[in-house]
């Protein structure tokens, strides 16, 4: 698995509410360890960004209740 790094003020995702690109990061920790506090300039609303997210074959198979991984 590939290290993630949290995303930079430059680094903002697109806003969740109207696809904004003029988004920035407010706070590297949201309400979790695992969420960003971001901006959106365009519709003026705060949204949250999971950090550690990327195509599932990086990330694994979370379901080991079933023994399969």
Do not use: I, Q, Y
Not at 8 to 13: F, M, R, S
Not at 45 to 61: V, Y
């Amino acid at each position: 698995m590939k290290p993630s790094t949290a995303p930079t003020p430059n680094d903002a995702p697109p806003c969740p509410f109207c696809e904004g690109s003029r988004t920035e990061v407010m706070s590297l920790f949201g309400s979790h360890a695992s969420l960003t506090t971001c901006w959106c300039a365009d519709c003026r609303s705060p949204f949250e960004f999971l950090r550690w997210r990327g195509p599932a074959e990086e990330r694994g198979n979370m379901d080991r209740r079933n023994g399969v991984e």
